[in-house]
T-cell receptor, first 114, second 108 residues
Framework: DAGVIQSPRHEVTEMGQEVTLRCKPISGHNSLFWYRQTMMRGLELLIYFNNNVPIDDSGMPEDRFSAKMPNASFSTLKIQPSEPRDSAVYFC????????????FGSGTRLTVV | KNEVEQSPQNLTAQEGEFITINCSYSVGISALHWLQQHPGGGIVSLFM???GKKKHGRLIATINIQEKHSSLHITASHPRDSAVYICAVVYNTDKLIFGTGTRLQVFP
């Protein structure tokens, strides 16, 4: 398995633009997580899905952020409109069931909003 | 007060030294992860523990659920062990709460 695949690896965009981050979890994993990492706040959970259903989105900072998981092999995190304070590394991770077994992170997307 | 606290925040060592990183938490958990993040940013899950001890190569992780404490040990440290080590507790089904990390530098 290629692991958790995120795209793009780097994204530079202008303030106000829409940004879409993509994630393909490991096949067979049915929990998927979106995290954000900044120097100031470290790693924070934004949202997680179990069996494609959002379970906890309390970490989503505001309405500008939305996440979808239309099927078991794909998820998106969208920011619209983007702001400079959204600049961070966004990680996707997946695991098996709710056991945390096989917890695997993607390589992350480094987002810079100018 | 953070729910997950790590110590030390920064650690330097000479190659070959035995290293211990500590993690204390204040919430009830179902499991705990030790994560490693190298310069360049990739995050790898080293261990997931819910009790006792696990060993993988030169790495050993222990957890004491009653005392809400875990330790990560590195024996015979090597410069390639230089990374940030993050403790993360599994809280409320799958939700992870992260410590602030321990930055380890091992010099030859």
């Amino acid at each position: 398995d290629a692991g958790v695949i995120q795209s793009p690896r780097h994204e530079v965009t202008e303030m106000g633009q829409e940004v879409t981050l993509r994630c393909k979890p490991i096949s067979g994993h049915n929990s998927l997580f979106w995290y954000r990492q900044t120097m100031m706040r470290g790693l924070e959970l934004l949202i997680y899905f179990n069996n494609n259903v959002p379970i906890d989105d309390s970490g989503m900072p505001e309405d500008r952020f939305s996440a979808k998981m239309p099927n078991a092999s794909f998820s998106t995190l969208k920011i619209q409109p983007s702001e400079p304070r959204d600049s961070a590394v966004y990680f996707c991770a997946s695991s098996l069931q709710r056991s945390g077994v096989g917890y695997t992170f993607g390589s992350g997307t480094r987002l810079t909003v100018v | 007060k953070n729910e997950v606290e790590q110590s030390p925040q920064n650690l330097t060592a000479q190659e070959g030294e035995f290293i211990t990183i500590n993690c204390s938490y204040s919430v009830g958990i179902s499991a705990l992860h030790w994560l490693q993040q190298h310069p360049g940013g990739g995050i790898v899950s080293l261990f997931m523990l819910s009790s006792g001890k696990k060993k993988h190569g030169r790495l050993i992780a222990t957890i004491n659920i009653q005392e809400k404490h875990s330790s990560l040990h590195i024996t015979a440290s090597h410069p390639r062990d230089s990374a940030v080590y993050i403790c993360a507790v599994v809280y409320n089904t799958d939700k992870l709460i992260f410590g602030t990390g321990t930055r380890l530098q091992v010099f030859p």
